[in-house]
């Protein structure tokens, strides 16, 4: 039934050392979106793949980085990851036309990943 | 730019109580709204969305949702509380370019008591 999934649900790191962060989804969505949120804060969105096109958001630091290998795998790549990376990640998944236009479809949310840095 | 306001950051309601919990946005055009739930260590469920027609709004677990226009409001209610709704509440609204975007309140904690 899970329809978005994410792996690990904890993962733990050290000071500087990468870490990849997993999510997969079972929607077939063309969109797929990774938000960082800290302790009591709203989710904070990083970068989203329409497809195979990749968007960042302006305020993205450079240590994140994405992969999207097909349709049902998308990374999140923290390259030297800070104490004030440590976070909650979520991955969710939408559908967006392909011809053009905006839709508004629901984002699915997986479970999240708790990030923490040592 | 759009924008969504959660005035609330605790609430706490007796068990059995009705809810209810504000949202107010920015936003040109007509919006597209969003309400979703998070509970701890949990990722985020959607209860219910606005996208056009009625401005009451359906959603799961006994939860609805009136948009007004003239208010730019969005305010999630519930008639009677139920102790497993002890979670954290957000609202949302859409992007307004071709992302699917959302752009989060600062969220909602509620408490439930006995």
């Known amino acids: 039934d899970a329809m978005v999934i994410q792996n690990p649900r904890y993962q733990v790191t050290q000071f500087g050392k990468p870490v990849t962060l997993s999510c997969s989804q079972t929607?077939?969505?063309?969109?797929m979106y990774w938000y960082q949120q800290k302790s009591s804060q709203a989710p904070k969105l990083l970068f989203h793949?329409?497809?195979?096109?990749?968007?960042n958001e302006a305020d993205t630091p450079d240590n994140f980085q994405s992969r999207r290998p097909n349709t049902s795998f998308c990374f999140l790549d923290i390259r030297s990851p800070g104490l004030g990376d440590a976070a909650m990640y979520l991955c969710?998944?939408?559908?967006?036309?392909?011809?053009?236009?905006?839709?508004?479809?629901?984002?699915?949310f997986g479970p999240g990943t708790r990030l923490t840095v040592l | 730019a759009q924008s969504v306001t959660q005035p609330d950051i605790h609430i706490t309601v007796s068990e059995g109580a009705s809810l209810e919990l504000r949202c107010n946005y920015s936003?040109?055009?007509?919006?597209?709204l969003f309400w979703y739930v998070q509970s701890p260590g949990q990722g985020l469920q959607l209860l219910l969305k606005?996208?056009?027609?009625?401005?009451l709004v359906q959603g799961i677990k006994g939860f609805e949702a009136e948009f007004k226009r003239s208010q730019s409001s969005f305010n999630l209610r519930k008639p009677s509380v139920h102790w497993s709704d002890a979670a954290e509440y957000f609202c949302?609204?859409?992007?307004?370019?071709?992302?699917?975007?959302?752009?989060f309140g600062q969220g909602t904690t509620l408490q439930v008591k006995p």
């Open positions: 969710a998944t939408s559908s967006l036309p392909t011809s053009g236009g905006a839709l508004r479809d629901t984002q699915y």
């Open positions: 929607l077939n969505h063309n969109v």
């Open positions: 936003y040109g055009a007509t919006p597209y």
């Open positions: 949302a609204v859409g992007d307004s370019g071709n992302t699917g975007k959302l752009i």
């Open positions: 606005y996208f056009s027609g009625d401005t």
């Open positions: 793949y329409y497809d195979k096109d990749f968007n």
